[in-house]
């Protein structure tokens, strides 16, 4: 048996600001930021427990002070019974009965637990060996569904019937985790797009993106029209008509506004529209897909939890489901959310970007992929090239396409250095 | 012109767990607790804004970081131009793009914008030696307006028809003041039923409830339905056909489950059924509120934020809505709130209890009924006889009804002795 010694928070920011790299209708000048756990154990393998919440910057410390405020669930506790049960962690904190009031299961201390749980995910695979991906995808469906709390799902999907779509796939995994080793996994990028580039960059990059071998670019949307139709003329003109085009609105419209902008927008051929409105209005996300059909509505980076996104598939409010990797409380909240949405037959690509996501989001959509959807159909990871060199374990692109990694964890550890560097005291 | 010159905080915590006060199904050991804001400017008047939000204990720490996170906004800052314009404050704070991220619209981070704009609001009513009710109920239809951000409404209520509500009850407003002084407001009692009462405290503060005055209590239940059926035939039989019996089940079900449980306890003629499962699950309250009719379903305590409260009224998900004051951003997004469920003909009646939730949430009311919906009919505040002690202005209660208070301000103070008392430093 080993204990946790260390449970240490940092709160890292990166000044992104000043490039206008991420810039978007309701996020004009954010600073790509981390709040950064490491745990440490008194055992002899010497590994550590990596992870951090995505945030833009202002905040970043009240993040990291939710993340410290669960230290006591943490330090000096027994590991091996915790790795064992990550699931039963999981209902300890998000029902713990004080805590529960902040959100519930929502906002800053939710994505804290989050932060928490995928620490020891972290820590489980270095001891296993493996990548995340690759452990999940080793679990049978008994411990799968172990991991995923049901609790206020069962009118949308119950364990025995999240058990029969694991047991569907669980024959065939091996075929697709040789897939995904040799030809990795669709990816498109949000590179050539932010709002705050000018017309030249958008070009540019718009055809470095093609040589890249991305089949797919997202614009960003809803400040102007008049720019708007513009910018999408500029690219499509640039990619051809085979290339796709999603566009996102980062929640900027009203419900009918939404409508009438799409519809200006829908000659430009769009892949998606992708947060039309505020996340949290199932009804108007619904609305708004009605009336754009066949266009596909795209939501999710904001989805507080796994009750949100059972409302949006209800309501067939969405029709690309976009998983965040620290939004929601961990992989094993990820993991109802992937079940989900393949109980409704609705594709995820997961959102990405910012700081780590793409490290860590790629982990579920490979598992996604080998043990529950099982398919790559239609289905992408979010790409954008920023920040990568402060990982160990960097994403790798090729051809358009997320390769594998193979580095025992979850993708979370940045080098210290850059911890170092980026880190300030707020408090 | 003053200036802000200090924002203080404080993690103030009541150890109500100790005695049972408090517990129901999914909070069964809260401590009460107020992470706790004070301004000061350098104005010769000495006045303070006070504010707080509450929570049951454990993160009590992290909400009070997040209130501190804000100071920047405030410190230094003029107050005359803010107290003129405390709907561009609201703004300002909810939208920045920043801050945004961490909710958005939810959770610890929204609750701290709430605390800094009421702090604001008792500074502005102690100012104008108003209470909070009676200086909202001397605004005019356009700065009530002003106040509120129809953002994400429009397709419920726009910026015109809220002008028309307010309109149409301008001219009968000065009556309903002269009412609610000579009368007051209506009030519930959640005393005799916490779930970790015995049944002779049930039965005895049921009996003491109606020789008090109140025409309804409510009662926690969702852990064990025997003890339910036991708990509401002992209430029924002790208070008689007339007094009205409301139950509580803090989210505990799943929603057939909810369906089961209250056609089991319908028998006893339930007045609504509060919480019946999670909060963000519009849906679910909608089957269950079409399932239960006539019995009305009641929630809010929980309600994020309008853009939710808005859905389950489009969805006719409730048939009583219990704002709360500290849950969302405050005194202005109640206000859209209240407008919201005057628009949609829905009774409000809102959450109390906690430490002083009664002190603050009786203004919202007494303005809705002078200025919003104009009705007391079907309405009453919650209240819970805990902790009213530690308030400069505690709130009077006689013969079941409301008293209004009169000292200026919100109701948000605490006396100093109580804050030094009870505060801890976890940081």
Redesign the interface.
Known sequence: MSKITVFETYDVRFPTSQTLDGSDA??????YSAAYLRIRTDASDGLEGHSFVF?????N???R??IR?LAPWFLGHEVEPMLADLGGLWKSLVY?????????????????IGAAVNAMWDLRAKREGLPVWLLLSKLDPEELVGLVDF??L??ALTRAEALDILAARQSTRAARVDHLLSDGYPAYTTTPGWLGYSDEKLVRLSREAVENGFNQIKIKVGADLQDDVRRMRLARETLGPSIGIAIDAN?RW???EAIEWITALAPFDLAWVEEP????????HA?IARAIAPIPVATGE?G??R??F??FL??EALGVLQIDATRVAGINENIAILLLAAKFGVRVCPHAGGVGLCELVQHLSFFDYVAVSGSQEGRMIEYVDHLHEHFRDPVVIESGRYRVPSRPGSGAEMWGESIEQYSIE??
Not at 26 to 31: A, I, L, Q, T, V
């Open positions: 309701m996020n004009p000048d954010p600073d945030t833009i910057g202002r905040g410390d009240v993040q002070s939710a405020a713990d009965s004080q805590l529960r009031w902040l959100g519930p299961e929502k906002g800053v201390m939710h994505m804290a609790r206020y069962s009118d929640q009203e419900r009918r409105t505020n996340p949290d209005d199932v009804l108007s609305a904001h507080a939890n009750v949100m059972k409302q209800q309501a707020l408090l």
